[in-house]
């Protein structure tokens, strides 16, 4: 069993920034950003391997965003610059144990944190 805690989201106004944190109970191979509005489905943000090696990116964000590990500290994080506001949602992290390629469909990974809320204005 894994636990997932996110971190970092609030209130940014538009062309801000905010870093995300998703602090692991301990170690993970493949992890995943996802984002989901009510009433919307979860969608797919970012994901990254288990060296941090490899990472791909929604085309919604690509360019803004950047994902990253620190597996010694069992954390990932979310940078995410020139926000828009409709990147407000609700950001998970997710992960799952034994997979090392990158994973794009919420449906494959395992564990999920408790999500944080980013709300980007106008």
Known sequence: QVQLVESGGGLVEAGGSL????AAS?????????RQVPGNERE??????WS?????YADSVKG???????NS???MYLQMNSL????TAVYYCAT???RFDLIYRDSEYDYWGQGTQVTVSS
């Open 52 to 56: 941090g090696g490899r990472t791909a």
């Open 19 to 22: 870093r995300l944190s998703c």
């Open 84 to 87: 828009k506001p409709e990147d």
């Open 96 to 98: 799952i144990r034994g």
């Open 26 to 34: 301990g170690r993970t191979s493949t992890m995943g950003w996802f």
């Open 64 to 70: 803004r965003f950047t994902i990253s590990r620190d």
């Open 44 to 49: 797919f943000v970012a994901t990254i391997n």
């Open 73 to 75: 500290k069992n954390m």
